[in-house]
């Protein structure tokens, strides 16, 4: 697997991995689907079987979770301008329920997802219960 997301690594990457691992700051199910036709069309070029697809995101539920997304997205992007982090932190990550999650999961299955990371963006440890009911 290769953690690759522009054009121009997933097209080094089709030459030796079995697939990618990419990482979508929205989530935006379109951009997924946009990202994996390019990563089947690098794939397709270089004449190699059907590539595995992964994604991964931020996410944070129940009560708060937009404060815990943007608690931790200012953390992480602690290194950016204050004005850059104030433009992403309300648009970046999933935040809302375990239904709405669930749905979200369903459409990146249907544009054609292996596997979905979802990162966790706080240590409470009701967090885990909140996501097992996406499976349940």
């Not at 979508?24 to 079987?49: C, H, Q």
């Not at 999650?101 to 990162?119: M, W």
Request: glycine share 8%.
């Amino acid at each position: 697997m290769a953690g690759a997301r522009l054009p121009k690594s997933v097209k080094a990457a089709a030459a030796w991995a079995d697939g990618v691992f990419g990482m979508d700051l929205g989530p935006d199910v379109d951009a997924i689907v946009r990202y994996f036709t390019t990563v089947r069309e690098a794939w397709s070029d270089a004449n190699k079987p059907t590539p595995r697809l992964c994604v991964s995101f931020w996410y944070a539920l129940g009560p708060g979770a937009d404060r815990q997304m943007e608690t931790h997205l200012r953390r992480y992007f602690s290194f950016y301008a204050r004005a850059q982090v104030d433009a992403l932190a309300p648009k970046v990550g999933f935040r809302g329920s375990p239904g709405q999650l669930r749905d979200l999961l369903k459409r990146v299955e249907d544009a054609g997802a292996d596997e979905v990371l979802l990162v966790p963006t706080c240590i409470d440890r009701g967090e885990p219960a909140r996501v097992a009911e996406v499976f349940q």
